[in-house]
Every structure is written in C-alpha cells, then in structure tokens.
C-alpha cells in the first residue's frame, strides 16, 4: 500500500477556497432535457423531472447537483480556454469512444 503524500500549505488553501466556492446553477437555466441534466447530475430523468414541478411532488436539487451544473456551464462556457491536456486529465476519453474514434469531439 502506498502512503498519501502530505498536503502542504497550497493545496490546503485550494481545498478550503473550493470548499466555500458559492457553485450553484439552476437547472432552469438551460434549454436541454431532463435526460441530459439526468445524465449530468448521476439522477434520474424522474428525479429530475421533480426539480421543475410546481405541486406537492417538487425536489429541490440538492447543493451537490447545483454544482454539478455549474461545472458543466463552467466547461460549456471555457472549454475552449482549457487545454486539450489539461482537459483530458479532468475528463479522460472512455475506451469506447478511443476505439471508435470519437474522441474528437471533445477538443
């Protein structure tokens, strides 16, 4: 088993700046479906569907899927800015779509 490396003063610091990082985005926001903010948040379509209804059967998202979606409006927004390498290091291509071919969608 390999030992953790300590954390110094700047990671630190990066890991309590993220943790009171006011993320949050409203799944109104956008003009997509419930499957793609499904799919974005791990949720269900159902659950979702819940977060924009207006009777008793209304969920708030919770804070964890709010900044879910604002990562992505994030990477919607800048993914361009970002270096493919960097990028790739966030979000590495699947083996499937390596195979087949489609990794060039993402850059």
């Given at each position: 088993?390999t030992h953790?490396?300590?954390l110094?003063e700047?990671?630190?610091?990066?890991?309590?700046l993220y943790a009171h990082?006011?993320?949050?985005?409203?799944p109104r926001?956008?003009?997509?479906?419930?499957?793609?903010?499904a799919?974005?948040?791990?949720?269900?379509?159902?659950?979702?569907r819940?977060w924009?209804?207006?009777?008793?059967?209304y969920?708030a998202?919770s804070s964890?899927?709010?900044?879910?979606?604002?990562?992505?409006?994030?990477?919607?927004?800048h993914r361009?800015e970002?270096?493919?390498?960097l990028?790739?290091?966030?979000c590495?291509?699947?083996r499937s779509e390596?195979?087949?071919?489609?990794?060039?969608?993402?850059?």
């Amino acid at each position: 088993m390999t030992h953790p490396r300590p954390l110094g003063e700047r990671e630190l610091a990066l890991i309590n700046l993220y943790a009171h990082c006011q993320l949050g985005l409203s799944p109104r926001q956008w003009d997509v479906t419930y499957k793609i903010i499904a799919d974005i948040c791990s949720r269900s379509p159902a659950t979702v569907r819940r977060w924009f209804g207006s009777d008793r059967n209304y969920r708030a998202p919770s804070s964890c899927d709010l900044r879910h979606l604002a990562l992505m409006d994030f990477l919607l927004e800048h993914r361009e800015e970002i270096p493919t390498e960097l990028f790739n290091l966030l979000c590495p291509h699947s083996r499937s779509e390596k195979s087949s071919g489609k990794t060039d969608q993402y850059t």
